[in-house]
Nanobody, 116 residues
């Protein structure tokens, strides 16, 4: 079993920045891919992902504003969020997919609120 623990959420004004962290209980090399999702009123949607090989992918609505990265030495993935908008308000979840079993794991979520 893998544990993922998110942190870094909070309240920020429009145009501001936040950095989310996702600490994994295992080496990141165990995962075929990791990603950040967000839960809006109607659905959970992919925000950004990074593969084991380092390939990144972003949803159109965050391109140019958000950056996904990882620190393998710390078993931690990050999401740098800049130029935040009120519509970015959501609970953000960390996700990982096991390299061998293809099992998926989720963190508990962290709330991001963008409001003046």
């Amino acid at each position: 079993q893998v544990q993922l623990v998110e942190s870094g959420g909070g309240l920020v004004q429009p145009g501001g920045s936040l950095r989310l962290s996702c600490a994994a209980s295992r080496s990141l090399f165990n995962f075929a891919a990791m990603g950040w999702y967000r839960q809006g009123p109607n659905k959970r949607e992919l925000v950004a992902s990074i593969t084991r090989g380092g390939t990144t992918n972003y949803a159109d609505f965050v391109k140019g504003r958000f950056t996904i990265s990882r620190d393998s030495a710390k078993n931690t993935m990050y999401l740098q969020m800049n130029t935040l908008k009120p519509e970015d308000t959501a609970v953000y979840y960390c996700n990982s997919r096991d390299w061998i079993s293809n099992d998926e794991f989720w963190g508990q979520g962290t709330q991001v609120t963008v409001s003046s």
